[in-house]
T-cell receptor
Framework: GQSLEQPSEVTAVEGAIVQINCTYQ??????LSWYQQHDGGAPTFLSY????GLEETGRFSSFLSRSDSYGYLLLQELQMKDSASYFC???????????FGTGTKLQVIP | KAGVTQTPRYLIKTRGQQVTLSCSPI?????VSWYQQTPGQGLQFLFE???????NKGNFPGRFSGRQFSNSRSEMNVSTLELGDSALYLC???????????FGPGTRLTVL
């Protein structure tokens, strides 16, 4: 089966940089995604990595190493509104079979 | 484009009852996935439908079922409700060949 590990909670200061790591075990790996979910809201897509390397989208970047079964989400210039839960998700086994991690709750403090 | 919609948004049922939840995907999206979200468990995959066919299924008991209609709208049904079924049920739609899932606001089910 598939399994993902990510820290349960992270606290960071406004304006700083934070990295949220994700390690996974899966067969038939297609790609690693990241989603953001605010309390009471629905998950929203942040990024997707299918190949090794760094993908940058504004203040957010995501990295993947397929050989290490590891990825991370990097958030720069943290803002209070970035306080949310962040989920990594593995797409594997074809089609849209997506397995989510249990999420990392990020708290941004002044 | 309108986003993914789910109805109802909130539902209260008692043990033993059955419930049907509805999801309308983004126009043009043919893949619809369902997830159960509970505190501490993250999002757990229920099943995925494409063109009225179930392509993937998670590890949930047979009390959980779903279907998809020709217009890509999807329903999921839970029979013989248990207290542990209380959760946020999310559906997500995906365009063909795409990797991004677009989530609806969810249906909050409470089983008493």
């Amino acid at each position: 089966g598939q399994s993902l590990e990510q820290p349960s909670e992270v606290t960071a200061v406004e304006g700083a940089i934070v990295q949220i790591n994700c390690t996974y075990q899966t067969s038939g790996f297609y790609g690693l995604s990241w989603y953001q979910q605010h309390d009471g809201g629905a998950p929203t897509f942040l990024s997707y990595n299918a190949l090794d390397g760094l993908e940058e989208t504004g203040r957010f970047s995501s990295f993947l190493s397929r050989s290490d079964s590891y990825g991370y989400l990097l958030l720069q210039e943290l803002q209070m509104k970035d306080s949310a839960s962040y989920f990594c998700a593995v797409q594997s086994g074809g089609y849209q079979k997506v397995t989510f991690g249990t999420g990392t709750k990020l708290q941004v403090i002044p | 484009k309108a986003g993914v919609t789910q109805t109802p948004r909130y539902l209260i049922k008692t043990r033993g009852q059955q419930v049907t939840l509805s999801c309308s995907p983004i126009s043009g999206h043919r893949s619809v996935s369902w997830y159960q979200q509970t505190p501490g468990q993250g999002l757990q995959f229920l099943f995925e439908y494409f063109s009225e066919t179930q392509r993937n299924k998670g590890n949930f008991p047979g009390r959980f079922s779903g279907r998809q209609f020709s217009n890509s709208r999807s329903e999921m049904n839970v029979s013989t409700l248990e207290l542990g079924d209380s959760a946020l049920y999310l559906c997500a739609s995906t365009g063909q060949g795409a990797d991004t899932q677009y989530f609806g606001p969810g249906t909050r089910l409470t089983v008493l």
